[in-house]
């Protein structure tokens, strides 16, 4: 699944807390450095952790002219798989995209939930995170198996991008645990 389109676009449903809004930004300044033509923004309900969110992301090779939500994804993004239940997250996704669900489920699993034929791609992010980082933050891992399925830019650029915005603010070690949750992510199959 590779940018083969003029726009390929991303949902990522979340609950507040989760890292949608920050993994969406990473990507899209992966996309960035890669001199690609990005968006990435939120859609917000009631503004509290732990509530249901959405965060789109677009990237493309030539300029972005619309700037409505994302309705029709090429890949859907779960970090939160309690969400499954609660909200329509296959709706307009056909059988040759994607979901990358956070979840220790497997593909079958998944499916049931959500009825979805199509490419179901499930990664235990949360227990990722927690043995490598010592934090429940699915976001970094969810990263490195978005990145896997999709190839919409590379892995060293999204690695580069997370070390020089995160170094200051987190430190040189607890940024390359995340480091090494999206390579462990990338490389899981």
Known sequence: MKLDKKIFEIIFHA??????????????????K????????????????GAPMKTFVRVSNE???????VVDPDVVVILDETLLGTIDATKNLDENEAMIVNTTSD????KEKTGYIGNIYPIDATGLSLEIIGEPRPNTAILGKLLKVTEIVKLENLV???????????GAEKTEKNVRAIEKAYDSL
């Open 160 to 170: 580069d991008v997370f070390r020089e915005k995160y170094t200051g603010k987190i």
């Open 107 to 110: 593909r079958e699993k998944v």
């Open 15 to 32: 609950r507040g807390g989760q890292g949608a809004k920050t993994a969406a930004e990473l990507l899209a300044q992966a996309a960035l």
């Open 34 to 49: 890669e001199e690609k033509f990005i968006q990435a923004f939120p859609d917000f309900g009631p503004e509290r952790t």
């Open 63 to 69: 300029p972005i002219k619309t700037h409505e939500p």
